[in-house]
């Protein structure tokens, strides 16, 4: 960053909304770290600064399947629109009949991949899934990300909100849609293996495993995990 003091995302957006010259200096002139004030230099270089356009975005509240039982500020996710594989997941337990082992303790913390969605998305399922995603409510995410079958992210965030919910066969249908192109598809293999193992097909997860090299070291270590584990070779 350029100017030596530093400012929430809030008294930004708060000051971009007020149409505060130091604000939009401020906003032009630095370069940001923060997932949240990232997403808002970018969605104003996409509208060329149009604050009105901001204005429209902030007011836009996402759809509720059931608006009295989720009580959320979604106003951060609509700007950054940052979808990023959650810090410090937490899994419940799993428990394969043949086996003693959970499935948490092969789980990930994963620092994620940032997708930013422009000013001019109309891909507001995206945005409620990810809203409820964040927040635990995995029954809830589940419809939004359904509405977009193609999108590789909403395939990932399904297929680890199925897992979330014990429905490890949808996850593997999910998973297994992702394309190779995606920057998910490494990823996606590795839980996909997981879904086989707990999911009374143990030969065939392991086999998946075998085969895949991961491209991250944290992978890499929980792959040796799990082989350790299962594997009777």
């Known amino acids: 960053m350029t100017d030596n003091k530093k400012h929430s995302y809030h008294e930004v957006l708060q000051g971009l909304l007020n149409q505060e010259p130091y604000f939009i200096h401020y906003i032009k002139s630095n370069q940001f770290e923060e997932d949240d004030l990232m997403g808002l230099k970018?969605?104003?270089e996409d509208t060329k600064y149009d604050v009105d356009a901001l204005h429209k975005f902030t007011a836009v509240k996402p759809l509720q399947i059931h608006a009295k039982k989720t009580k959320v500020n979604f106003t951060y996710y609509k700007i950054a629109a940052s979808l990023i594989l959650l810090f410090g997941i937490s899994y419940f337990i799993?428990?394969?009949?043949n086996?003693?082992?959970?499935?948490?303790?092969?789980?990930?913390?994963d620092a994620g991949f940032k997708v930013w969605m422009s000013a001019t998305s109309s891909r507001v399922d995206l945005q409620n899934g990810m809203n409820y995603y964040r927040h635990k409510n995995y029954t809830e995410a589940l419809p939004y990300f359904s509405k977009l079958p193609k999108n590789d992210t909403a395939l990932?965030?399904?297929?680890?909100?199925?897992?979330?919910?014990?429905?490890?066969?949808?996850a593997e249908l999910l998973f297994n849609k992702?394309?190779?192109e995606s920057i998910?598809?490494?990823k996606s293999l590795y839980y996909l293996s997981l879904c086989y193992i707990f999911n009374h097909k143990e030969k065939e997860g392991l086999s998946l495993l075998h085969e895949t090299s991961f491209k991250d070291s944290v992978f890499v270590a929980r792959k040796n995990k799990l082989l350790n584990a299962f594997d009777q070779h």
Do not use: A
Request: hydrophobic share 30%; glycine share 2%.
């Open 42 to 44: 970018l969605f104003l």
């Open 99 to 109: 086996k003693t082992h959970s499935l948490e303790p092969f789980m990930i913390e």
């Open 178 to 180: 992702i394309p190779s």
């Open 94 to 97: 799993y428990t394969n009949s």
């Open 184 to 186: 998910y598809k490494n």
């Open 156 to 170: 990932y965030y399904s297929g680890i909100s199925s897992i979330q919910l014990n429905q490890l066969y949808d």
